[in-house]
């Protein structure tokens, strides 16, 4: 299983980014998906989450700013970034509970990180 990220870039404040990350390889189901960053200096933080049938979360500092959705169908999860600030500036990376085909129980991946800088 590989979860592959994209769409980082280079922003102005104000502006507006979105992120993908697709699940390959061979698993029985996705549960839940989710963002999270890493800014230099700082813990990993939770961005946002969406379970599977669950109810969706968000940071308060994300809030009315960022969506998150995901296609089931293409096993992928996005974030739309809207009126980026300086602050979000940070390493982005998609999480995935996965069940492995033939296991029971979930288990957490990760994807290789997306760089978002939001500078003017």
Known sequence: VQLQASGGGLVQPGGSLRLSCAVSGTFFSITGMGWYRQAPGKQRELVARI?????????????????????????????????????????????????????????????QGTQVTVSS
């Open 51 to 111: 379970p599977e049938g669950a109810i969706i979360n968000y940071a308060d500092s994300v809030k009315g700013r960022f969506t998150i959705s995901r296609d089931n169908a293409k096993n992928t999860v996005y974030l739309q970034m809207n009126s980026l600030k300086p602050d979000d500036t940070a390493v982005y990376y998609c999480n995935a509970f996965i069940i492995p085909q033939g296991k029971r129980v979930e288990y957490s991946y990760w994807g």
